[in-house]
């Protein structure tokens, strides 16, 4: 089976530009969430999907992210514009209902 | 406010030695605590889990013991091998894999043959 995988596995990117980061989950997860982890902190939460509804977006950091989960299959999360501070390794998992999750192996982003 | 904190940052065991990870949290709403094992290059990976009912859990090398009184719980990895060698997590959330994770800071292990 599978894992969860995310593309693209870099990406460098300037200041002020747009990128668009890609998670495929486990086939037949419902859950997919979205996590970041910035250099030496701890891995944080961003937002939660239960099939295409967003259930929980409390930890996005502001308006210049935006996640989609059209047809409750991939998640895409877009950075626009891009900022210094969202730099950062950006993890997605997903897990069927009361699972554990399985997490990505994550794109890292450096905005410069 | 970070909800769970974990030490030490950094641990260099000897191999067959014990390796002791702390985690201690707030929140007495978490009621599902996993720990995950990240190598470079990979995403974090279930290692094992325990909820609070019990006090310790046990997966081969890998142990969990937990403290409800005290909210604290630890990883404890007998016989370290080298190729234990990684990035360790605690986590916790408010229902079983069903919810966000908050996780701890990490702690890079490093286990010397």
Known sequence: EAGVTQFPSHSVIEKGQTVTLRCDPISGHDNLYWYRRVMGKEIKFLLHFVKESKQDESGMPNNRFLAERTGGTY?????QPAELEDSGVYFCASSLPGQAQYFGP???LLVL | QQQVKQSPQSLIVQK?????INCAYENTAFDY???YQQFPGKGPALLIA????????????FTISFNKSAKQFSLH?????????ATYFCAASKKT?????FFGTGTRLTVIP
């Open chain 2, 50 to 61: 325990i909820r609070p009912d019990v006090s310790e859990k046990k997966e081969g090398r």
């Open chain 2, 97 to 101: 894999g069903a919810n966000n994770l």
């Open chain 1, 75 to 79: 998640s895409t999360l877009k950075v």
């Open chain 2, 16 to 20: 067959g030695g014990i390796s002791i």
């Open chain 1, 106 to 108: 994550g794109t890292r």
């Open chain 2, 77 to 85: 990895i007998m016989d370290s091998q080298p190729g234990d060698s």
């Open chain 2, 33 to 35: 605590f996993p720990w």
